[in-house]
């Protein structure tokens, strides 16, 4: 993954951990026969600077739960609220956009103007608002 904006050379390196936090959490396996985890990991970087991650939870009967909303959650467990910058990757390394849901939870936290989002290998990153031009919030 290259980032090619030569005068963001922190924000690079912090989109790089970003990135390789999500890939290490990704672990592709069977729970059951109605559950499967870990095809997606997710990371993201909080206003205070630490790093969460999350692995997506799929389910038959559709009650998963996205790997971006389980590191946004194990976020809240410690008590931070505010995201900086947020990727996705699958089993491959492909960086993921958010789908839907996670965007619209992310709207909903107080500093989601802030949020920046990793959205391909290119390096795109786009502010949250910009995928949710209009959103519930």
Not at 37 to 52: R, T
Not at 77 to 100: H, R, S, W, Y
Not at 112 to 132: F, H, K, R, Y
Request: aromatic share 6%; net charge neutral; hydrophobic share 40%.
């Amino acid at each position: 993954m290259k980032f090619t904006k030569k005068n963001q050379t922190t924000i690079a390196k912090d989109w790089e951990t970003l990135y390789n936090a999500a890939k290490a959490v990704v672990n592709p396996k069977r729970i059951s026969a109605q559950m499967c985890s870990g095809g997606v990991g997710a990371a993201v970087l909080s206003a205070k600077g630490n790093v969460y991650t999350g692995v997506c939870i799929d389910t038959d009967c559709s009650l998963g739960m996205c790997a971006e909303r389980n590191a946004i959650s194990t976020m809240i467990t410690n008590d931070e609220f505010a995201i900086q910058m947020v990727v996705a990757v699958d089993k491959n390394g492909q960086v993921l956009p958010p789908c839907g849901a996670c965007r619209e939870f992310m709207m909903q936290l107080h500093n989601a103007n802030e949020i920046q989002v990793l959205v391909d290998n290119a390096g795109t990153v786009v502010p949250l608002s910009a995928l949710m031009p209009h959103s519930y919030s």
